[in-house]
């Protein structure tokens, strides 16, 4: 065979290379080929490929070459064609990966679901770790996978009983991680075996077979089937039921029935195909049965439908259709069973309504029940025709016997609320009420009005009742306010009061009261109800005796009136019948006229009121000009602050009349002597020194007399050295220096909020400032720091470690600072104060919160990155956008952390161990620096070109001042990245440099020194 392959391979070549390469050609007869053809083999055999098996595959030569990508040969032992992509062969069976599964897939597994539980384990040469995806993509509703192992590459798999004749199939699908290729592996379940199942199968009956739209098609066996639970409805072989006699089709199809299992026992004169056809206009029918489908003995049962309007109706029973008529009546013990009714119109049937279930009882004789006695607002029930939608009705019973239980229905719904309001979603009303014996002697009794219709619009509004929520000296009034020719019912309790029928009723006993109003059509309104409970009094206010201030004031003063009342009431209390302002309880303190005639009267009155009245009483001042004394509550407590800095003391004061303050500042704690320095109730100074200072006020009131007070005790302020007059030291204080709230401010000044979110301050952690001496012995080292807002406004609290200083910022900054931009921005000045060899010293770093913008550059499109405002080592006090030599810092050689090193470290990047930054930031890479470049503006901070007086400002908020007389006449600008790069034989130090802003890169920068940036870490 082989050797004959040969041949025609060969044979094949030699016609190919005996004709123009352009030629076309057909093997196995004279047809011409088609245009698109090169090579056209007619269908008289087919084209075989070279047979291996998988080792004999493994071991071919093309895993050698690169020239045999596309080469096909079948695969005898996977019986698969496969082909070379130029790394791996891949299968055109299913699916591309060369995964296989151990052991192989069951392919018998028993009905029961018994046979496959091993586990398998996923093997994939081209992905030998994993992890993989295992699942089911076909038959998940025969079996479900169990102990799944994704990692390592295992599984079970869980097979369901099937009770069909069906093999069950199931695709497991494994996807390499790796690869993101994929096998699928086939598990098969037998069907059951028939033979054990010799059930008879009875004879299906169908209603029609024509399922017309919007209706049904009603399937069904003898209620007496036996094996009943042994039966099973299919619908296009697929159980759609089982256990029933009878089934209702909705959807078109081939229904058949099985005994057993599905597949099992069939006939096939059962089977029936129900085709589309017609239309039946979709209604919803409701079934009612006397007596609530008893039948008693040799009486009868009505069964009725509503809802049908003129439609024809048919009965089933059991599923079989037996009657027509919109209400027949049965009897007998043939008539037991389950009943419903349809709408039929020729051979289209409606959809079913709700079924009712009818019993037999062989109970003897009935409750006795007469029509009269079973009343509706008090007229018998069987007179009524009609009901007024949203009306009520109260239900009731006359002469009810001893052990008899009386229920009202509307329909099926047994009414449970008494009086009963008339559904307003109701076109008609089944209204019912059936007396059952409740020990079952007797049959039951029936009165009813059915498919009553329900008329729209005539039922009266709902009452308006006015009344107390309690009772007035043992008694209450409710009154019916709404206008009309109505009369009343009353309820108490839901039960009628009788001989009540006027739109008022007196009651002297508490409880809930209820009224509905009938118009001249007889429509009865919803009930409505007021509940009252206590009995109370109209208020018995008077003065209270224990409070009772002299008769006579003196103008400016106030006064403080109580009265005693034994009801609860509402208060109003007037002057001169103005009333006075949040006075609402029985005391109030009212203040008299500051000014006014001597022997002038006011009046004070006050009002109580509740339900059951209102009560008003009356006091009468005399007012003279006696001028009070003021008296002083309160005044600041003692404050330490910075000298320089603003503080405010205050008073608190009482009995004032158009009063004066002074304020006077001491030397020592006493409250005379001093020096008078304002006025106001608050004096507010920024001037003072360091020392303590005490102040006190004194007040003056300018009526008669003018009487003054002088504040008990003074206010202390302690003012400490303002650490900005101290001379600045050497050394460096380095640390987070600005904080982005990213509240509201949204402009092209602060940035816009979404660019700056992921920057936004976080005052959850703590943050390390740390001081780093210049060289020479210090002392007295210690740390102070300047709240622009006030002492703990900004700083919530701190601790120090020798060189550091750890913050916890307070968490109301995002309020405090919110809506501050760069010139308002919320500022904390920290100082390290210390002595050297000249005498005491301070390095300052100011820390900005604000909402806008810190120090940073766009990084992307999208993104901005916080930079640290000031250069290593530079004056950190200095504003970071106005270029100043002190803004230049200190240089480095590329590599070291130390500005002192003499050469560089070149030969591999800026290691990580030398990063001269503070904790949470870096030298920026060569990426991010040509990021700077690429994704903002590039202006000139000013036009100077000598050390630190001029610089690039890029975009609108960091500055790089101009750092390099040191360096090259011709670059403006040199600032280190962490990059290093091979070139010319050398590694060299990236930078970002250049000659002006519009020309600034990033490149290789030789043997210099230069200044470092420092960039936030992401």
Known sequence: MKKNLFCMWLSLLAILFSVNMQAQMTIGGKKEPEAFSVLELLNKGGLRLPQMTTAERDAFAVKATDKGNGLTIYNKTTDCVEYWNASRWVSLCDGTSQTTISPQPCVDVAADGTGCDQTFNVKDPDCPNGPFTISITAGSEYA?????????????????????????????????????????????????????????????????????????????????????????????????????????????????????????????????????????????????????????????????????????????????????????????????????????????????????????????????????????????????????????????????????????????????????????????????????????????????????????????????????????????????????NYTYTWYKGGAIIEGESSNELNVTTEGTYGVTITNTTGCSSPMIEKTISGNSDGPNVSWDPLVNPPADQTFGSSITLTVTNSYDSSYIWTMDGVVVPNATGKTATIDLPKTGTEGQKVKIAVTAKNECGEKTIEKEITMNNGCPTPVILSISSAQTIVAKTSVTVSVSVDKTNTETYAWYQNATDSTTGGTKVGNGASYTTASLTEGTYYFYCIVTNGCTGNPKATSATTAKVTVTKNPGDILPGGGSLSGKTCFDVVQINNTDQCGTLASRSSMKADFAPTYTYTFTPSGGAISNFHFQFVESLGTGKIVDSYTTNNYNITIKYNADLYNTAKGTTNADAVKLDIYAIFNDAAGEKAVKLTVQIKDCMCCGAKINATEWREFMCHNLGADTSLPPLSPDPKLVGVYYYFGNSSPDATTALTGSNWKPENNPCPGGYHIPTQAEWQAVLTYNAKNPANNKTSIGDGGVLIGTSLMLPNASTLLSSSWQYLYWSSTSVYSGGYNYGVALFGGSPSSLQVNTAGSYKAPIRCMANK
């Open 144 to 484: 479900a996978l169990t102990d799944v192992d994704n990692v390592n590459g295992s599984f079970k798999i869980n097979f369901f009983p099937n009770e069909t004749v069906n093999i069950h199939t199931v695709l497991v699908r494994v996807t390499s991680s790796c690869t993101s290729l994929y096998k699928e592996f086939l598990f098969s379940q037998k069907g059951v075996d028939c033979s054990s199942m010799s059930y008879a199968v009875p004879t299906m009956t169908a209603s029609a077979t024509t399922l017309c739209a919007g209706g049904a098609v009603y399937l069904s066996v003898p209620a007496n089937t036996a094996n009943l639970d042994k039966l099973i409805w299919t619908r296009n072989g697929k159980e759609v039921a089982r256990g029933i006699n009878y089934y209702v089709a909705t959807l078109t199809g081939n229904y058949n029935i099985s005994m057993g299992a599905v597949g099992c026992n069939t006939n096939a004169a059962n089977e029936k195909n129900i085709t589309s056809g017609g239309t039946i206009t979709p209604i919803t029918l409701s079934a009612l049965a006397s007596n609530n489908g008893v039948i008693c003995g040799t009486g009868k049962v009505t069964l009725s439908v509503s809802g049908n309007g003129t439609a024809s109706v048919v009965w089933f029973h059991n599923g079989k259709e037996e009657k027509t008529g919109e209400s027949i009546q049965i009897s007998g013990d043939s008539s037991v069973g389950e009943w419903f009714a349809a709408v039929k119109d020729g051979s289209c049937y409606s959809k079913p309504s709700n079924s009712i279930q009818v019993t037999k009882s062989e109970a003897t004789g009935q409750v006795p029940l007469d029509p009269s006695d079973v009343l509706v607002n008090g007229v018998p029930l069987n007179t009524f025709t009609k009901f007024c939608s949203g009306g009520s009705l109260y239900l009731s019973i006359k002469n009810q016997q001893s052990g008899v239980a009386y229920t009202w229905y509307n329909g099926n719904d047994v009414i449970t609320a008494n009086p009963f309001t008339v559904p307003a979603s109701q076109s008609t009303i089944s209204l019912r009420m059936v007396a059952t014996d409740n020990s079952g002697a007797k049959c039951a009794a029936e009165q009813s009005v059915l498919k009553a219709d329900i008329t729209q619009g005539s039922t009266p509004e709902n009452p308006n009742i006015n009344t107390t929520s309690t009772l007035c000296k043992g008694k209450a009034t409710l009154t019916v306010l709404n206008q009309g």
